[in-house]
DNA sequence: AAGTAAATAGTAATAATTACTGTTAAGAAG
DNA sequence: CTTCTTAACAGTAATTATTACTATTTACTT
């Protein structure tokens, strides 16, 4: 792992503020529009670049919608869930790392990143 | 759940086969290549039309990649594991059942899909 | 054998993402 | 504080995966 320096930019520190007032799990367009609130003239391609480099740093996780691209402020270990009526994603919790340590002595594989995305119908559709 | 009545055709016949003829876990590119040399002609359309019914009918996954979308023939349950030097997919076998009918007794979401991937080195680039 | 609409080939349009270019400014070194 | 290097930037053009559209073909029903 060679280490890269990384230089302050209010750019890149507003939009991992962004990401992180929310837990809608937003995708690159609201980032950029809620992004512009502040900064007005930042460029699509800085969002872009950005995003990818706080994923990268750790401090953002990006997940893949049927479309688009989303990202979550929580780092913290969990899983999600996504509902198929009304798209809305949740934060939810069922790998444990029991089975990820079970997996690990059996293999020779070096875990970086686990991403579990469920889908079906969330709670409240299901009423409807 | 509603009834979609489907017709045969020898496109998506020739499309599923050629999915099921690898254990690569192939890009749409790959498959409309490899369908050609059956159906010269075969527009792409008719490709992206036919993955995305046989993976709505559960004949076929859909993985995503960094950027690109892929497929597996293979759907019984397992999980997914990509290595970033190599970029190969890995079939494995992580989460358990159990976890998921935990998860079922907990919530009163209904779990329709579960995909589950990995990334991180792969044994045989952990040597070089 | 005739009628229907599902599926197709071919092409045009859309939209997410990346690449490029000239400019700005963070942070190190003198 | 001043100079220097280059990471990061804004703005724009290019790329590319995917979807939409249209006229035609063909699987399947009656």
């Known amino acids: 792992m060679e280490t890269i320096k990384h230089r302050y930019s209010k750019q890149r520190e507003t939009i991992l503020q962004v990401v992180r007032s929310t837990v809608e799990h937003p995708t ?5 529009t ?18 990818s480099q706080l994923v990268a740093s750790g401090q953002l996780l990006k997940l893949k919608d049927e479309a688009m691209v989303r990202y979550d402020g ?12 009304c798209g809305k994603w949740f934060d939810v919790q069922i790998l444990d790392q029991k089975s990820i340590e079970a997996f690990n002595q059996k293999h020779q594989f070096e875990i970086r990143s686990v991403n579990l995305e469920l889908e079906g119908v969330c709670e409240d559709c299901l009423k409807t």
Chains 1, 2 share one sequence.
Not at 34 to 51: A, F, H, Q, V, W
């Open 74 to 85: 929580n780092t913290g270990h969990h899983d999600h869930f996504r509902c198929f009526r």
């Open 28 to 32: 690159v367009d609201w980032i950029y």
């Open 34 to 51: 809620e992004t512009r609130k502040d900064i007005p003239n930042i460029s699509l391609g800085t969002i872009y670049r950005n995003l």
